[in-house]
């Protein structure tokens, strides 16, 4: 991309998809009553089941290659370059050393297409942001 041709390194915000990709949200209820992710397309409806249809095959992956899927989403993402540094953020220790152990999981360039194929990005099921918060995008 236009970032890699300048020499501009991209640091991707929430590599783990709020949470989704971590495996531990199962259902919208799984969500607190006061969670900012209840007010996310990507979390509601149907497009939380296509969305977590999309998880579940990651998890099949994460089991092959004895990781978290937390730490295959990491990996990925890490695999895109050196120029791309994801910062995913945690409330927990335990996660943090987690996401580090991202670090130790090897993706082939066939685990890559793998992944790409089971969860492509137009596949990804609802906006980003509600509506009130995309008109702050880009701008």
Same mark, same amino acid.
């Given at each position: 991309?236009?970032?890699?041709? /300048?020499?501009?390194?991209?640091? =991707?915000?929430? =590599?783990?998809?709020?949470?989704f990709l971590?495996? #531990?949200i199962k259902r919208?209820? +799984? /969500? =607190?009553? +006061? +969670?900012?992710?209840?007010?996310? =397309?990507?979390?509601?409806?149907?497009n939380f089941q296509r969305n977590l249809d999309l998880?579940?095959?990651g998890e099949?992956?994460?089991?092959?290659k004895?990781?978290?899927p937390a730490q295959l989403a990491l990996a990925w993402v890490l695999a895109q370059? @050196? @120029?791309?540094v994801p910062i995913p953020g945690t409330k927990h220790r335990k996660?943090? #050393?987690?996401?580090?152990?991202?670090?130790?999981? +090897?993706?082939?360039s066939e685990d890559l297409a793998r992944i790409e194929e089971a969860a492509p990005q137009e596949a990804v099921a609802g906006a980003r942001y509600p509506d009130w918060a995309m008109q702050m995008v880009n701008r």
């Open positions: 991309g236009v970032c890699r041709e /300048l020499g501009i390194g991209f640091v =991707p915000y929430s =590599p783990l998809g709020r949470g971590t495996g #531990q919208f209820e +799984d /969500l =607190p009553e +006061d +969670d900012y992710r209840r007010t996310s =397309p990507r979390f509601q409806g149907e998880v579940k095959r099949e992956i994460a089991r092959e004895k990781c978290t370059g @050196d @120029d791309i996660y943090l #050393q987690e996401n580090i152990g991202a670090l130790n999981v +090897d993706l082939t």
